[in-house]
């Protein structure tokens, strides 16, 4: 177990009674940095009520003094026997009534911007099963028609962290196989940061690639430069000059 039980209580308890910073706290309770901010804020957890890691044999005294004392250090959870292995979930993540309905939207986000992600690993992120997600896959779900891709982040089905380590184990295993991926795939197969950092490279439209040398006569520029010759506009279309025209009136 890496981080106490009921973090963001006591994530609210140690803002409230101790002067550790928000990294420290941020860090021991498995929250983010920006998140525990907020608590102190007033705008996150409002409500909650603080729970004591030390009165609850979670955390010793002494930690949160030498934390106090030293920004950097890192507190330590203390170990509890009786919480090996709690951590370990067995089964579909349970999702709250509310959000259940979100899921096909999750689902048929997943299938469009990360096909390489699995059908196992798209039910663990939003607690879903596999013939749920096979029938968005091969669009016989019975509202399809209605669904709309949806960020499950953004629908608060998963973290951003976990959906960003199911698409890096996705790239580890493609990498692994020996698959060549597109620049568009190899996007998708990084985490949002690395996306974010990386560089737009140019490219030509699938319709116009290959007309880049066209010219009116059917010629390439290169055929043009070799022949010396220019393309006549009234060639090219065909058009009866002023002779032709008279020699057509005698007749």
Known sequence: ???????????VWLVDNTTLSFRQIA????LHELEVQGIADGDVAAGVRGFDPVA???????????GEKDPVYKLKLKYNPAAEGEEKRRGPRYTPLSKRQDRPAAILWLVKFHP??????????????????????ERTHWNIGNIQ?????????????????AVQKAA????????????DERRKLVS????????????????????E???????????????GAVPDAESFFNLPNDDDEDDDDDR
């Open 116 to 137: 390489e992600l699995t059908d196992g690993q798209i039910g663990k992120l939003v607690g879903t099963t596999k013939p749920t997600i096979q029938s968005i896959r």
């Open 1 to 11: 177990m890496n981080k106490p039980i009921m973090a963001k209580a006591t994530a």
């Open 172 to 183: 580890r295993k493609s990498a692994s196989e020996g698959g060549l991926m597109s620049d």
């Open 56 to 66: 609850n044999n979670q955390l010793d005294q002494i930690e949160i003094e030498r």
């Open 149 to 165: 891709p949806i960020d499950p982040v953004a629908l608060g089905l998963c973290k951003q962290t976990e959906l960003d380590a």
């Open 192 to 211: 949002t940061e690395q996306s974010l950092g990386m560089e737009a490279e140019p490219k030509i439209p699938t319709a116009i690639a290959g007309l």
């Open 213 to 227: 040398t066209f010219t009116l006569g059917g010629t390439s520029q290169d055929d043009d430069e070799d022949d």
């Open 27 to 30: 860090e021991f309770c498995g």
